[in-house]
């Protein structure tokens, strides 16, 4: 008797070809019963369906994402409810919008009936939410006041500006939906991208938008050109005269002909009125400290072109005599 040859895990050729009988079997069936039950109707389902929002994008702009869909419970077909479940050539519902700034929401009643035809043979039991949120500002053009950005530039030492920056054009023009453009304020901020300045600067600047803000704005002012004065403060300092003022002869400085120095920065462009003034360090007996009896020095004249005035020492120290 010829032996039947098994395979290496002990199942012979004939068992073999016995399950892949019963697999293709079972596998006709489940595909019988799938499309046959397929072709029933009365089947209920929950799909997210797709939508697109119509309007004039030439007057408004979105500044949100808008919804790409509506959940709805729907009835019908099984082949009709598997292509819309899976989005199979499913065209989007379309909502127009007439009014897109009048309002922030729409509405689902309000497109019940439509959105019920455009699904037709496909009934729709329920729609699952109430609204359809979203937020479409009207486009609009504005000029805007540029402003120096304060970070983006630093003086050299003892460098003043002389007065405040200048541009040309003095207005930046920006188009762009309303509730972005009012982040801006009224200002535009220009960098000036300098650091430790210590000459005038006159110098043309390409103007840029945020990179958060760039897909919704855009500038119709490209280059701007900012004019900077600066004037240098020079260091120096001069011996003072001392001067009493209101003292009793019984009072005296606790140190007997004190130097007093001045410390300052001069506007270079007047250090020559600088050179025809001569200062005086007044001591007022009126304006002393009664508490610890001490008196505080006033430099007179002060002019406005000094910065940083200071003397040393600054106070002495009173005695009383008999």
């Not at 006709?28 to 929002?53: G, H, Q, R, S």
């Not at 043309?204 to 958060?212: D, F, G, Q, R, W």
């Amino acid at each position: 008797m010829p032996e039947t040859k098994e395979s290496k895990r002990g199942i012979s050729p004939k068992q073999v070809s016995n399950i892949k009988v019963v697999v293709l079997c079972v596998a006709a069936a489940t595909t019988f019963w799938i499309l046959n039950a397929l072709n029933k109707e009365d089947y209920t389902t929950i799909v997210d369906y797709p939508i697109e929002f119509e309007f004039d994008q030439e007057q408004f702009m979105a500044v949100k994402p808008l919804p790409s869909s509506i959940e709805i419970e729907i009835n019908g077909n099984g082949w009709d409810l598997l292509q819309k479940y899976f989005q199979v050539n499913v065209q989007p519902f379309v909502v127009e919008l007439d009014r897109p700034a009048a309002n922030d929401y729409l509405l689902t009643a309000d497109v019940r009936r439509s959105l019920s035809e455009f699904i037709s043979p496909t009934q729709l039991l329920n729609l699952g939410t109430d609204s359809l949120k979203f937020q479409i500002d009207p486009i609009r053009t504005i000029k805007l006041t540029p402003t120096l950005d304060s970070t983006s530039y630093s003086l050299g030492k003892n460098i003043r500006l002389l007065s405040n920056p200048t541009f040309e054009p003095n207005a930046i023009t920006l188009k762009g939906p309303s509730s972005i453009l009012d982040l801006y304020e009224g200002k535009f901020p220009i960098s000036l991208d300098e650091n430790r300045i210590d000459q005038n600067i006159s110098k043309n600047i390409p103007l840029k938008i945020s990179k958060e803000l760039a897909e919704f704005v855009t500038l119709e002012t490209e280059e701007i050109k900012v004019e900077l004065e600066v004037v240098a403060f020079l260091e120096g300092n001069k011996r003072l005269k001392l001067k009493k003022v209101n003292f009793p002869r019984s009072v005296n400085l606790e140190e007997e002909e004190p130097i007093v120095m001045m410390y300052y920065l001069v506007d270079e462009r007047k250090t020559d009125q600088l050179k025809d003034l001569e200062f005086e360090a007044v001591l007022n007996y009126s304006r002393r400290n009664k508490e610890d009896s001490t008196i505080s020095i006033q430099v007179s004249p002060l002019p406005e072109f000094l910065d940083q005035v200071r003397v040393e020492p600054s106070s002495f120290k009173l005695i009383y005599g008999n």
